[in-house]
């Protein structure tokens, strides 16, 4: 959902290959045109796949947001243009995650049934810093239980705290990560989900400040498809 009439964040999910499937997420700093112009260099300078054919390579996003990093550094632009993002290969025969972040806010890992919620942190600065910037990636198993959700930080302020003062309404809350957590466990259920996503967006749209948003706000929920035996995705916001 953006806050404006355009959007400064991004999200790509794409199939690599026969057992591969890409998950980025990239929020550009500041909201409006601007914004929403950088994340198509964004989508586009992102490499996934060196080479064609039975020679392709599928590029590890640690790598990935690494070159992307060089690339933004190098392109001429306004000064203080920079942009957050995380990048995940799945595999969808071992269900492993391999995922790496420049400067976003880590995603998390859910499990039904669970109360426990599992926080994925990757090092890695902005893009558009340090051209020389590295970046670490994180491997993680999920099965059929597990649901990993991917988010920009607009959510921060989404949820604000209802015992706050009037000063203190618009700071960050982490109240979005049960929220959002919640959410996920119902991606194994397309009906379910559907109910729980429209309960979701009501309650995102009762919050202060729901009609002028400070800030854009986008959530992915990736979840094991029980019918499928594989990886599934689906848009939460």
């Known amino acids: 959902r953006p806050a ?10 794409e199939r690599l290959d026969e057992h591969h499937v890409g998950v980025f997420l990239a929020d550009a700093v500041g909201h409006g045109v601007p914004a929403a112009m950088l ?8 490499p996934k796949v060196d080479g064609l054919g039975g020679s392709a ?22 000064s203080g243009r920079f942009a957050t993002a995380i990048y995940a290969v799945i595999d969808t025969r071992t269900m492993t995650a391999e995922v790496a972040g420049a400067g976003h806010p880590a995603a998390i890992v859910s499990s039904e049934g669970s109360h426990g ?10 893009l558009g810093v340090f051209p020389d910037a590295s970046f670490e990636s994180e491997t993680i198993e999920l099965g059929r239980e597990h649901r ?24 960050p809350t982490d109240f979005y990560i049960e929220r959002l957590a919640r959410l996920a ?5 397309a009906d379910s989900l559907g109910e729980a996503l429209s309960s979701f967006e009501g309650e995102l749209d009762q919050q202060m400040g729901s009609l002028h948003r400070p800030d854009d706000v986008t959530a992915l929920i990736v979840g ?9 995705v689906s848009e939460a916001a």
């Open 4 to 13: 404006t009439y355009v959007s400064g964040d991004l999200f790509d999910v």
């Open 39 to 46: 994340t198509l260099f964004i989508s586009r300078a992102l």
């Open 57 to 78: 390579r599928i590029v590890p996003p640690a790598e990935a947001l690494s070159r992307l990093n060089r690339e933004f550094c190098g392109r001429p632009s306004p």
């Open 117 to 126: 919620i599992r926080r994925i942190e990757s090092e890695g600065p902005l």
């Open 148 to 171: 990993m959700v991917f988010f920009t930080d607009g959510f921060e302020t989404a949820f604000p705290d209802e015992k706050a003062g009037a000063s203190s309404l618009k700071l």
């Open 185 to 189: 466990s119902h991606a194994g259920d």
């Open 224 to 232: 094991f498809d029980r019918e499928a035996g594989s990886a599934g």
